[in-house]
C-alpha cells in the first residue's frame, strides 16, 4: 500500500494579492436531502509573485450575473472594465486575466481553524507588481 501524507493547506496573511483567473466552473452543492441543491461558480485564483507565488485560492459566487452581485463585481474586475448592457456572460474568457485579490484570514465556524477568504477581486491596474 502506498502512504499519503495528509495535505495542510497553506494560509496566506491578510493582503492584496497579484493574481491570475485559473478557472470558473458551475460547483453544486447538495443539502442533506437530495432535493435540497443551490449551484454556485467556483472560481480559483493563482497568485503570481511574491513569496506565496504559485498558491491558489478559491472563492464562490451565486450564479445570478446582475449589477450589484459578487458575480457581476469579479467579472467586471477581470475583464478590467465597465460591463456593457448587452454583454453575456461567457465564463470560458475569464481564465488567464489578472486581477488584484484582497483576502483576509478567519476561523471556521464550523472547524476553528483559520483558513483564507476572498473579500474583493479588483480589477488589475496597469504598473502594478507581480508577475
Known sequence: MTGFVIEQEVIVPSGEYPARVVSVHEHIVRGRLESL???YLR???QIEGGAHAGRRLAG???PRFARGTRLFAWVGAALGH???ADYT????ALPGRRVLLRVRVVQDDATGELRNQIVAVLPWAAGQGGA
Do not use: G, K, M, Q
Request: glycine residues 0%; charged residues 25%; hydrophobic residues 55%.
Open 37 to 39: 441543491r443551490e449551484v
Open 43 to 45: 472560481w480559483v485564483f
Open 60 to 62: 464562490w459566487t451565486r
Open 82 to 84: 465597465e460591463i456593457a
Open 89 to 92: 456572460l461567457n465564463t470560458a
